[in-house]
């Protein structure tokens, strides 16, 4: 299966499917939000209303127009006073009040000369609104009934009249064009807004997960340094306890349970010994480990895959004329988990081999991470790096990845995580997809080059100089 949405870190599926029921559409809208935007509309309606009348000397039928405004009144004064200020509406409750909001605003343009009012534009408030904040079921239904009603007051309305019963009437043709394009206002606004809401909505649902990962990574390097310290700190009285101990043993020759004992001591303390230093290989926040040379911190990010059944490459080269010393990297938590991430997917999706290249040069640091997969399918080569985009799985990928739903969350933390730290990320493919197996190259899979500025994430020379001074605790 070519690449796809390769990029969803295995650990990160629990948590997106908590962060995406946490997120859900309904649920948020404040009640007190809609009861102020229907203050603004009623204010806005009794002064269209008394202006009409006083200047223009239009003869409306007052009292069905402030009957329908009282309605909108009660209804708010209804809701102020049944429900708290802090109340939240379901999708459902949300499309009700919009529902009558609608009905409200309908039945006003019936009362004032239907589609020749031109205030009849304003029933596209509440489409933008549903198309905004409510699902799309709750949308469509709210979109169907607003083009019912704006249809049927295209034909059936009280008359516009002036005081002296002249009657106010567009040509027919502009009346259609309004509707018209009150209609197609309706659908392009109601799509135009709720597409953008969505991507707003995904985007912030894949910051807080990428702020998650990135805390959850920084969390792992805090503990491996407090483990680390421990076993440093603990390893002076563990060896005092095994010397003593081995003492013991001598001197309690022909004494069986007590030297027993002894040997048990000493056995424990190895094993303390040994638990200590499998545990501190997590990681170290020694301030010598801040940086790393970039071998240390490719091996860093490819040791959770190296037995995984492929094999990994790691290639390290200099650019002509620059000076053969491997630049030390910071051991940013974002640059690792980034690294990581690409890493992971390049295994989980080539055939058998895997090459991860480091370039440098005065001015820039390069990796270059490439397989002999698939690839990228070239279809969605321009949307790589996308949050939440879902793609049906052939079953080839789902022997691969059977966990994997193709969300693009992985890379898309991953993506934005190393652009923190200043690279720009490429993704391209190795070879022409169109290519016989005869004749594809060795390295003919999906390839991404992450490039850094060398500035941005190298030590200074000044900095390796300098004294580092005493190691500061770790606040977990």
């Not at 049906?392 to 059977?402: C, D, G, L, Y």
Request: proline content about 5%; some cysteine; overall charge negative.
């Amino acid at each position: 299966m070519p690449h796809g949405q390769k990029g969803d870190p295995d650990s990160m599926a629990d948590t997106t499917d908590l962060l995406l029921k946490q997120t859900a559409q309904g649920d948020f809208i404040r009640l007190r939000t809609f009861i102020t935007l229907r203050w603004v509309a009623i204010i806005g309606q009794i002064a269209a209303l008394s202006f009409s009348v006083l200047y223009f000397d239009l003869k409306l039928e007052l009292g069905l127009c402030f009957l329908a405004i009282g309605a909108s009144i009660i209804v708010n004064l209804v809701l102020m006073t049944v429900y708290p200020e802090t109340k939240r509406l379901t999708d459902v409750e949300a499309a009700q009040l919009l529902l009558f909001d609608i009905s409200q605003l309908a039945f006003l343009v019936f009362l004032t000369g239907g589609l020749n009012n031109p205030f009849a534009l304003l029933i596209l408030a509440p489409i933008t609104i549903a198309a905004s904040v409510l699902n799309l079921r709750e949308t469509i239904i709210i979109g169907f009934v607003a083009i019912v009603l704006i249809t049927l007051i295209t034909y059936f309305h009280v008359p516009l009249r002036t005081e002296q019963g002249a009657v106010l009437r567009l040509p027919p043709i502009f009346v259609f064009g309004f509707w018209l394009a009150i209609v197609i206002g309706a659908v392009f606004l109601g799509f135009y807004a709720r597409r953008v809401t969505n991507e707003i909505r995904s985007m912030s649902r894949a910051l807080l997960a990428t702020q998650m990962a990135l805390a959850r990574e920084q969390k792992l390097t805090d503990l491996g340094g407090v483990v680390a310290a421990a076993a440093h700190e603990l390893g002076t009285p563990l060896a005092t306890i095994k010397l003593a101990s081995s003492e013991l043993i001598e001197d309690l020759e022909g004494h069986e349970n007590l030297k027993d004992d002894a040997i048990l001591i000493r056995d424990q303390a190895d094993r303390c010994r040994d638990i200590l230093r499998s545990m501190g290989q997590a990681g170290n926040d020694d301030l010598h480990m801040k940086y790393a040379p970039i071998s240390a911190v490719l091996e860093e990010a490819a040791e959770p895959h190296m037995d995984r059944g492929k094999q990994l490459t790691i290639n390290l080269k200099p650019a002509t004329n620059t000076s053969g010393q491997e630049p030390e990297l910071r051991r940013a938590p974002e640059i690792i988990h980034g690294l990581r991430t690409l890493i992971q997917n390049a295994v989980d999706f080539s055939a058998s081999n895997v090459w991860i290249e480091a370039r440098w040069s005065d001015d820039t640091i390069s990796v270059k991470i490439t397989d002999d997969g698939e690839g990228f399918p070239p279809h969605l080569l321009g949307r790589i790096g996308d949050p939440f985009m879902r793609h049906r799985k052939p079953p080839t990928e789902t022997v691969q990845r059977p966990e994997y739903e193709g969300m693009g969350l992985g890379l898309f933390i991953a993506k934005t995580l190393l652009e923190r730290s200043g690279a720009e990320l490429n993704f391209a493919n190795c070879s022409d997809p169109f290519l016989s197996a005869e004749e594809r190259p060795e390295k003919c899979g999906a390839v991404v080059v992450v490039s850094w500025p060398r500035n941005r994430i190298t030590v200074s020379e000044k900095d390796r100089r300098h004294a580092l001074g005493r190691n500061k605790p770790v606040q977990v």
